[in-house]
């Protein structure tokens, strides 16, 4: 399995930005991908989940009403509108295959991208 970002880039505050994230050898229909985030000298944290088989959705309580996750088959794709400084981060993609009690943390899952930077400029 490989995940692949793209849309990262430099923006200003308030702007929007679209991430996508493509996967060679998994099915976004069947497992849950998600969007993690890491700032310079913070860890990493959970922004998105989706698992469209089950129809649920997670999303950070900072990222609430700014950012949306949906995704089809091989693509995930975040779209982030509103955005702010402490947006700032390099972005993951990442998939879970194996079934947890625990959602959308870092630990579950399986599979992650190499990344891509969203710099929010003030």
């Known amino acids: 399995v490989k995940l692949v970002e793209s849309g990262g880039g430099l923006v200003q505050a308030g702007g929007s930005l679209r991430l996508s994230c493509e996967a060679a050898g998994l099915d976004f229909d069947e497992y849950t991908a998600g969007w993690f985030r890491q700032a310079p000298g913070k860890e990493r944290e959970g922004v998105s989940c989706?698992?469209?088989?089950?129809?649920r959705t997670y999303y950070a309580d900072s990222v609430k009403g700014r950012f949306t996750i949906s995704s089809d088959n091989a693509n995930v794709y975040l779209q982030m509108n509103s955005l702010k400084s402490e947006d700032t981060a390099v972005y993951y993609c990442?998939?879970?295959?194996?079934?947890?009690?625990?959602?959308?943390?870092?630990?579950?899952?399986?599979?992650w991208g190499e990344g891509t930077l969203v710099t929010v400029s003030s």
């Open positions: 990442a998939a879970q295959t194996r079934p947890t009690h625990t959602y959308c943390a870092g630990w579950t899952m399986d599979y």
């Open positions: 989706v698992t469209k088989l089950k129809g």
